[in-house]
């Protein structure tokens, strides 16, 4: 999908107002961005959105903005998938999606920095104008997870919701969605990173995608990806632990994916308030959340005595037993 850039000239100042879901990878970062956005009280980035960000304004002025979203329907039903193969979100143009996923298939990076800070408002903005100027924008992009230092010194009046989550089951969901992806392939995850440049270049390289293939499997005896995602895991959760302190305590608030699952009406007045916002359309928070029982891969069982010990400064600091 290449097309004709937008034109950030004509995008208005929007007072953008920004909120930030800030989790890792799999730590319930969707669920709560969705639960959030039917509210009706934010906009947030869809997978429309990436995919067609340089058609945006120019479809919203023309008002096919329709026309290209059934589009995209159509594309996703052409495939023998109806969710994201990773979780039950079900695959249409208005599931959530990072703005990571638009930074990366733009500048090669998902992680917010100086050198493509003004993509990211440019992204933020064309949002702003081609949904509901009114509403501030929410955010999610699990790469930023102990960004936040950069992005309020960024964008002072960034605001902020840490979702955290055990980090054996967030290591174990991040093991199983590797090996659905690389084992069994996600057209969808391929679509996202179908962009020019040399890091998609890489990505999509057939011997790159054995390694990955190798590293992430089972069967691997070194067992890669587990001692990556438990070595980078604990790295951004202890960044998280020496910086949040230096963050106003009034720019963000802390829940536990265990709490919104047990509690989601309380633990969803909590952000509501924090973030000053009155839902205008009512929204069955239980209903909606349906967590699956968690049952850890093998290798994750045989490697949880040493992880708990890894995850020691974390659990602790979270008060996970």
Known sequence: MT???????????????????????????TILYKLLGLT??????????VLYSDRLLALHSAGTTGDAQRELSDLFASWDISTRVIDNMPLEPGMPEEYGMHLFRKSGSPKL???????????????????????PILLKNPWDFANFGFIKSAIPNARFVFIHR??????????????????AGN?????????????????????????????TS??????????HLASSGEKARCEFIDGIAQLPA????????????QQPDEVMGRILAFVQASPTAGVDYQELIQPRPTRLLDEVQEWEPRLLKRFQRSMGYHHYA
């Not at 055990?166 to 084992?183: D, E, G, R, V, Y």
């Open 3 to 29: 097309h004709a850039p937008n034109d950030s000239a004509a995008l208005p100042e929007a007072d953008l107002r920004p909120i930030f879901i800030m989790g890792e990878h799999r730590s319930g970062t």
């Open 40 to 49: 009706e009280c934010f906009n947030i980035t869809t997978a429309f959105h």
């Open 113 to 135: 920095k100086k050198s493509n800070l003004k993509l990211f408002l440019d992204f933020c903005r064309t949002i702003q104008a081609v949904e509901y100027p009114e509403r």
């Open 166 to 183: 055990h980090p054996i089951h967030i290591l174990n969901s991040q093991l199983k969605a590797m090996q659905t992806n690389q084992q």
């Open 187 to 215: 057209p969808y995850v391929r679509l996202l990173i179908d962009a020019p440049g040399f890091v998609q270049t890489i990505h999509k390289s057939r011997p790159v995608q054995a390694f990955f293939r190798w590293a």
């Open 218 to 227: 089972s069967k691997n005896p070194w067992r890669l990806a587990l001692r």
């Open 250 to 261: 009034d720019s963000y608030v802390s829940v536990k994916y265990e709490d919104l699952c």
